[in-house]
């Protein structure tokens, strides 16, 4: 048979037609899918190193609330990707991006490590994918590098810090000096313990450092005792801050002057630090005995699905995932919507285990600050140091 021009034209035009429909089905389809197949959550967390530990009981909180929801959130079936950060800054673009490239994720929760949330912040700002931090406190990240798309569950460095330099002060100490890892962490909680403890009477009269993950502490030590301090604001955390609570004991120093820092300090840490922690003081924004029905709950919940105690890390997870629940229902589930999700988020009263609390304008807690004594295997809570206590948010433009 012959094919004339103009049936070739027209058949042609029907292949092309059914293509663009099919086109547009496929794309539909897609669309449907993305709004109601697994959101992909990118966890980013140390699963090695000195703050392996505190990146698990974030994962073991997130993961809890999760299936406290029925393993959805917002109506969403959740589907982890996971990358193991080190705590390693220089890795940290790299790993970020096998998350947001690679693995094409919708939300990016992490990190435990400033330095390396530094990096996932200035990622998920240039890439536009929605950020949860659920520890790590670096100020500028709620400061000057704030976005619309990045929040925290946790705290900025600042906090604790601040509290415990007033709390030092109202104790009557006069001279200190603060010791910690040269990082953001460390330099930010010390400058946030100078700030509190000076504008209230008290001087730091020495800074002193070492690098991070470094624990050798023998010749700080030494130069403390050389130079007989009222109190010492040290920042540790993780395995870190075990090894160093314990050389401070060990050196005799807790007997004379006595160690302070942010809760980190004593937080899930208690087991291995032991007697060498005893009687310690901390502020922090969650203790072991707030004995509220809230709190009681989840920490039963918690200790049921892991068979340990929870701690600020857990509780710092879990919220996590209160926040991206909060955000996903105000946008019906649909995670593409950004600008819903993020109102939802802006707008949550957050039902946390520390208690309630809505996020300040640069997207952190705005929440108390407890004072915390160490007994036995406890931080028990001793009251109040500062109620409501927002990050200044110094820089903050969105
Ligand atoms: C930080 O790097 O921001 C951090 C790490 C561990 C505990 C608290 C803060």
Known sequence: MKTSKKTLRTSMGMIGAIGTVTTAAMLLA???????????????????GTYANLGTMIENGFKLYV???????????IQYFKVDDESEPAKATDNVNKLIKRDQVDVLIGTVHSGVALAMAKAAKESHTLLIIPNAGADAITGPLCAKNIFRSSFSNWQPGYAMGKVAAQKGHKKAITLTWNYAAGTESTKGFQEGFESSGGKVVQALTLPFPNVEFQALLTQIASQKPDVVYSFFAGGGAVKFVKDYAAAGLNKTI???????LTDGTLEAQGASAQGMLTTLHYADNLNTPRDNAFRLAFAKSYKQNADVYAVQGYDAAQMLSAGLKAAGGDIKNQDKVVAGIEAAQIDSPRGKFKLSAGHNPIQDQYLREVKGNLNEVRGVAIKTLADPGKGCKM
């Not at 897609?30 to 090695?48: D, E, F, Y």
């Not at 006595?258 to 980190?264: A, I, N, T």
Request: aromatic residues 2%; without cysteine.
């Open 30 to 48: 897609g669309a449907a899918h993305a709004q109601s197949g697994p959101i992909k959550v990118g966890l980013m967390l140390p699963a090695t």
């Open 67 to 77: 299936a406290e929801q029925g393993g959805k959130l917002g109506g969403r079936e």
């Open 258 to 264: 006595p160690l302070v820092g942010p809760g980190f």
